[in-house]
């Protein structure tokens, strides 16, 4: 259970984050976990959700690395000769998301392995506009 | 497959009895009403008897992002006004690059419904006006931006990724991918309306001749894999993308006039019928059941199969949604017409060619005859429509026994998905 009462949104998913803790929620009826808050269970659509935090440690499952990046990631040195790489990672308690992925060669992607451990990423978060990253474990 | 679902029908028969099309392209200055006006133009020209523009009773428009792209909003009564259509009701619809898609599934429902017998469905989309960075920010907003955009995923970067997701569980290689774009441009190349109409081969060889004209050294490419496998004529979009696995930023638009099917004959001798039609919503990436496939696509799949009554196996001419190379491939096997993994394989084998058993996107798909976001669906069933009346000019098929089609529209990044079956007569 969270602390406080904090609203099931994205807002809150940031605020914790900035917090150094990846929440998401638990449905109190069916158990299912989703790693992005949402005010209804998407498995069973029960109201009764609660926060819920995950370790943090996952699994790289997808990735890509960007060359032709948004406007926002070319402000940040992002681009052509620049590369980023992003994904999706499977955390251990089940639930994907989207995420950067930090600590790898973007320039090199055949050298970047699809289920390799992954954690968390808090260093170095932009407290203004924090993303949700990980490198490898 | 999707194992079952309910069995729905149309209120009454509905037909399409015209279509047209702008030229793809990128063209300074012409903004969506011009557009529109072009497609509109070509239909009307093209109608077997004509129509008064009076008799069109209602419109539904398909259109992304006006705003964004143009500074326009409420699109759909300024190209009502410009076809001179005014005040019929025109209503604009939005579900990123199934637009068209779904504005052509709201006619068909309208004429259902009773409540009209002529209606004229399209889209449109003004997208050369930004430039490249600008338009990968607007296409990013048909992702969610609270989860996938900020983590730095773009268009072709979620598509990168389900790429990535296919190679690591099929066959699938980087020049299955680039085949594909092969096959499209092949396609596309007789396609006089299309935005690149020219072989893949052709680029090549142009820019060899360019080359030895300036003096410069002249890269000898042996044929087209080896020149899309070239770095410097082939850079990376979103690795495992190249930019010919992409497919282009475009200005265009389509439209089609759909009547209640009784009174088809009024208006051509070869009305084409709409046989299914399904549409669904999907889960973003990171939510999605699977990797390798787009959910909302296999759903709406069956619903069309369900109600036209048939199996991807009647299925004789299709076009897909290959914003990217892979969602061809992607496709062809949530439609069911290959087995998961096996789309590569139909790729390299040709099944998909425009002489294969299994002719894929003989417009030239998204991919060289253009994706102008909203207009791409309804542009999609404008070719079938042509194949299924014998009128594709180069690209008819040889098959003389055309009668079923089917058209595959996905909005984002599977958020939505319309199919729709179509049949001669
Ligand atoms: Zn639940």
């Given at each position: 259970m969270a602390d406080e009462p904090r609203e099931f949104n994205a807002a809150s998913f940031y605020t914790y984050l900035r917090e150094g803790r990846l929440m998401g929620i638990r449905c109190r009826d069916c158990a299912h976990l989703s790693a992005v808050p949402r005010p209804l269970c998407p498995a069973c659509h029960s109201r009764k959700v609660e926060w819920h935090q995950f370790s943090g440690k996952g699994q790289l499952s997808t990735f890509t690395c960007i060359s032709i990046v948004p406007v926002a990631m070319g402000e940040q040195g992002y681009g052509r000769d620049n590369p980023?790489?992003?994904?999706?990672?499977?955390?251990?308690?089940?639930?994907?998301?989207?995420?950067?992925?930090?600590?790898?060669?973007?320039?090199?992607?055949?050298?970047?392995?699809?289920?390799?451990?992954?954690?968390?990423?808090?260093?170095?978060?932009?407290?203004?506009?924090?993303?949700?990253?990980?490198?490898?474990? | 497959m999707v194992a079952s679902v309910k069995k729905r029908r149309l209120g009454r028969p509905v037909s399409i009895v015209g279509a047209g099309m702008s030229h793809f392209g990128a063209f300074r200055g012409k903004t969506s009403r011009d557009l529109f006006v072009e497609a509109f133009q070509d239909l009307m020209d093209n109608l077997d008897q004509g129509i008064d523009v009076e008799d069109i009773e209602c419109g539904y428009v398909g259109n992304y992002s006006s705003e964004l792209f143009e500074g326009q909003g409420h699109t759909a009564p300024i190209i009502a006004d410009w076809v001179g259509m005014t005040p019929a009701p025109v209503t604009r619809i939005e579900n990123a690059c199934a637009s068209s898609g779904s504005a052509l599934r709201e006619g068909v429902m309208a004429i259902a419904s009773g409540m009209y017998d002529v209606v004229l469905v399209g889209g449109v989309e003004k997208m050369t006006g930004l430039p490249t960075e600008g338009v990968t920010d607007v296409l990013a907003t048909a992702a969610d931006v609270l989860y996938e955009v900020p983590a730095g995923l773009t268009f072709p970067g979620i598509f990168g990724a389900l790429a990535k997701a296919h190679m690591d569980r099929y066959e699938t290689n980087l020049d299955h991918l680039l085949k594909v774009g092969i096959k499209n441009h092949n396609n596309g190349a007789l396609n006089p309306k299309a935005q690149f109409n020219?072989?893949?081969?052709?680029?090549?060889?142009?820019?060899?001749?360019?080359?030895?004209?300036?003096?410069?050294?002249?890269?000898?490419?042996?044929?087209?894999?080896?020149?899309?496998?070239?770095?410097?004529?082939?850079?990376?979009?979103?690795?495992?993308?190249?930019?010919?696995?992409?497919?282009?930023?475009?200005?265009?638009?389509?439209?089609?006039?759909?009547?209640?099917?009784?009174?088809?004959?009024?208006?051509?001798?070869?009305?084409?019928?709409?046989?299914?039609?399904?549409?669904?919503?999907?889960?973003?990436?990171?939510?999605?059941?699977?990797?390798?496939?787009?959910?909302?696509?296999?759903?709406?799949?069956?619903?069309?199969?369900?109600?036209?009554?048939?199996?991807?196996?009647?299925?004789?001419?299709?076009?897909?949604?290959?914003?990217?190379?892979?969602?061809?491939?992607?496709?062809?096997?949530?439609?069911?017409?290959?087995?998961?993994?096996?789309?590569?394989?139909?790729?390299?084998?040709?099944?998909?060619?425009?002489?294969?058993?299994?002719?894929?996107?003989?417009?030239?798909?998204?991919?060289?005859?253009?994706?102008?976001?909203?207009?791409?669906?309804?542009?999609?069933?404008?070719?079938?429509?042509?194949?299924?009346?014998?009128?594709?000019?180069?690209?008819?098929?040889?098959?003389?026994?055309?009668?079923?089609?089917?058209?595959?529209?996905?909005?984002?990044?599977?958020?939505?998905?319309?199919?729709?079956?179509?049949?001669?007569?």
């Amino acid at each position: 259970m969270a602390d406080e009462p904090r609203e099931f949104n994205a807002a809150s998913f940031y605020t914790y984050l900035r917090e150094g803790r990846l929440m998401g929620i638990r449905c109190r009826d069916c158990a299912h976990l989703s790693a992005v808050p949402r005010p209804l269970c998407p498995a069973c659509h029960s109201r009764k959700v609660e926060w819920h935090q995950f370790s943090g440690k996952g699994q790289l499952s997808t990735f890509t690395c960007i060359s032709i990046v948004p406007v926002a990631m070319g402000e940040q040195g992002y681009g052509r000769d620049n590369p980023y790489c992003s994904g999706v990672v499977t955390l251990e308690e089940g639930p994907r998301i989207s995420a950067r992925l930090l600590g790898v060669d973007a320039s090199n992607p055949q050298n970047i392995q699809t289920g390799i451990a992954v954690v968390l990423e808090l260093e170095n978060l932009d407290q203004d506009q924090p993303t949700l990253a990980f490198h490898p474990a | 497959m999707v194992a079952s679902v309910k069995k729905r029908r149309l209120g009454r028969p509905v037909s399409i009895v015209g279509a047209g099309m702008s030229h793809f392209g990128a063209f300074r200055g012409k903004t969506s009403r011009d557009l529109f006006v072009e497609a509109f133009q070509d239909l009307m020209d093209n109608l077997d008897q004509g129509i008064d523009v009076e008799d069109i009773e209602c419109g539904y428009v398909g259109n992304y992002s006006s705003e964004l792209f143009e500074g326009q909003g409420h699109t759909a009564p300024i190209i009502a006004d410009w076809v001179g259509m005014t005040p019929a009701p025109v209503t604009r619809i939005e579900n990123a690059c199934a637009s068209s898609g779904s504005a052509l599934r709201e006619g068909v429902m309208a004429i259902a419904s009773g409540m009209y017998d002529v209606v004229l469905v399209g889209g449109v989309e003004k997208m050369t006006g930004l430039p490249t960075e600008g338009v990968t920010d607007v296409l990013a907003t048909a992702a969610d931006v609270l989860y996938e955009v900020p983590a730095g995923l773009t268009f072709p970067g979620i598509f990168g990724a389900l790429a990535k997701a296919h190679m690591d569980r099929y066959e699938t290689n980087l020049d299955h991918l680039l085949k594909v774009g092969i096959k499209n441009h092949n396609n596309g190349a007789l396609n006089p309306k299309a935005q690149f109409n020219v072989t893949i081969r052709q680029i090549m060889e142009r820019r060899q001749a360019r080359a030895e004209q300036r003096g410069e050294t002249v890269p000898d490419w042996k044929d087209e894999l080896d020149f899309l496998n070239d770095p410097a004529s082939n850079p990376w979009i979103a690795w495992p993308l190249r930019l010919f696995d992409c497919a282009p930023i475009t200005d265009g638009a389509s439209c089609l006039l759909l009547v209640s099917a009784d009174i088809a004959r009024n208006f051509t001798e070869k009305p084409v019928q709409i046989a299914g039609m399904g549409q669904a919503s999907g889960r973003p990436l990171h939510d999605a059941e699977e990797l390798t496939s787009l959910s909302a696509a296999k759903h709406a799949a069956a619903q069309a199969y369900q109600m036209a009554g048939i199996t991807p196996q009647d299925v004789q001419v299709a076009e897909v949604h290959d914003c990217f190379t892979i969602a061809e491939i992607i496709a062809t096997e949530d439609l069911g017409f290959f087995e998961p993994g096996e789309g590569p394989r139909a790729v390299d084998e040709g099944r998909t060619a425009l002489t294969g058993d299994r002719p894929i996107n003989t417009s030239g798909g998204l991919k060289s005859k253009g994706h102008p976001v909203g207009a791409s669906g309804v542009a999609q069933v404008i070719e079938v429509f042509h194949q299924l009346r014998g009128e594709a000019d180069a690209r008819q098929l040889s098959n003389p026994n055309l009668e079923v089609g089917l058209t595959h529209n996905v909005g984002g990044t599977g958020g939505t998905c319309v199919v729709t079956i179509l049949r001669r007569g």
